[in-house]
């Protein structure tokens, strides 16, 4: 079974900082193109950023362009999201997720994590 596990969510101010991890089973990762989704309360689930399965290519939403940075270390099966510069508009639960293949559509992701919840105070 597949399995993806989300760390690092929590409450920080606005103009703070936050590094969410993903840690994923060696099946479940290395292969895969990796993706940061969130969803915030009453919103649909939305792309924030994603990163090839070598690492070499990424992809970000416009609203967090120059502020959140994809990352991920084959060898530890982990993807991270740097945030910075958050924003209230940034709460949401954020969730990691797997793909066969980079920038396809949030339906062509295979595989889930719980998600962790992001809190940003104004």
């Known amino acids: 079974q597949a399995q993806l596990v989300e760390s690092g969510g929590g409450l920080v101010q606005a103009g703070g900082s936050l590094r969410l991890s993903c840690a994923a089973s060696a099946r479940t990762f290395r292969p895969y193109a990796m993706g940061w989704f969130r969803q915030a309360p009453g919103k649909e689930r939305e792309f924030v950023a994603a990163i090839s399965a070598g690492g070499g290519r990424t992809d970000y939403a416009d609203s967090v362009k120059g502020r959140f940075t994809i990352s991920r270390d084959n060898a530890q099966n982990t993807v991270y999201l740097q945030m910075n510069s958050l924003k209230p508009d940034d709460t949401a639960v954020y969730y990691c997720?797997?793909?066969?293949?980079?920038?396809?559509?949030?339906?062509?992701?295979?595989?889930w994590g719980q998600g962790t919840q992001v809190t940003v105070s104004s």
């Open positions: 997720a797997a793909a066969t293949s980079f920038k396809v559509t949030i339906q062509d992701y295979n595989y």
